[in-house]
């Protein structure tokens, strides 16, 4: 009896065990061809490059001296800071509401209306 069930421990060990290797074994197999994808798009690129490169030789562009001046920061996405969201500035509203709402309002309604006090 006490030998059955450390074999069928054993057994489920070792299925367990052969599971897990599958499943590093399938991510392994999709690290290898999204890095093969990579390879293939970085060369495809090279190619555009050097193509490119060729072509503005033909025109005899002085585009190889010109300096290479990195681009303005203009859009949202470059600028450093994240961009206040829309939430955010309803909040800023709904809180400036809130302290105009606990502001004495001051009006003409009194009960000595009409009269000057000096």
């Known amino acids: 009896m006490l030998s059955d069930e450390k074999k069928t421990k054993y057994r489920r060990f070792v299925e367990q065990l052969y599971l897990k290797c599958q499943e590093i074994q399938d991510q392994n197999q999709r690290y290898v061809f999204r890095l093969n994808k990579m390879k293939k798009l970085i060369k ?3 190619k555009d490059v050097e193509i490119l490169k060729n072509r503005l030789d033909r025109y ?3 585009w190889r001296h010109v300096p290479i001046v ?3 920061r ?3 996405t470059e600028l450093r800071g994240r961009p206040k969201s ?5 909040k ?5 509401a809130k302290q105009d ?6 009006t003409n309604n009194s009960p000595n209306k009409g009269t000057d006090i000096q």
């Open 74 to 76: 203009t859009r949202k």
């Open 44 to 46: 495809r690129r090279s």
């Open 86 to 90: 829309k939430s955010l500035e309803a």
């Open 70 to 72: 990195a681009p303005h």
């Open 92 to 96: 800023a509203r709904k809180k400036k």
């Open 60 to 62: 005899n562009d002085a």
């Open 101 to 106: 709402e606990k502001l004495p309002l001051v």
